[in-house]
């Protein structure tokens, strides 16, 4: 009989195994035994939760992203110009966010929305929601247009970071991607009235 209030906490211990089997190898291939035995779980019950491996992966990037939605909304609580700005930057190389296992599925997730449809659409609405985050903040600081541009160029950055970060040993430098990424919206900013 199963137990009841566990279906839950052992989806979450497939998504958190499903996180580091793939921080570990680097990409998504991994298979559902592989992620199942880190889970403490059988295969049969990890199919069960799941299905196929795809929707596992599906429900992994979507709790990377809610994670990171939650800890945006708290941080920009009250913030509005540049303070905003800074706590989006902030927030993506959180110590949370901005770790090993973190930053390889990242990037085994933009590699597989090349090819799968629903993770691609996961992926658009992040940029979307980042798009939007900035040019909140960003408009009241310069014109509309302007408000656009940076706000892509911050988003390439902080994808970007992420990329060549998953390609480097050691661990992550969150405090020089804030860097580069900070001097980028100074650049941006030089001569404006700030807000």
Known sequence: MPKIGMEPLRRQALID????AIGERGSLDVTMT????RAGVSPALAHHYFGAKDALLFATMRHILSELG???REAV?????????RAVIAVNFSP???RPEIIAAWLAFYVEAQRTAALRRLLRVYARRLH???VFALKPLMPASEAERTAEG???LIDGLYIRRALK??????ASAIALVEDYLALRLKGRRRA
């Open 169 to 174: 040993d050691g661990p992550p430098d969150a």
């Open 132 to 134: 939007s985050n900035l």
């Open 17 to 20: 195994a499903a996180i580091h």
């Open 77 to 85: 609580a009250g913030l509005d110009g540049v303070e905003r700005v």
């Open 34 to 37: 592989d992620i199942a035995g």
């Open 70 to 72: 939650r800890d945006l």
């Open 154 to 156: 911050i988003a390439a």
């Open 96 to 98: 949370k966010q901005f």
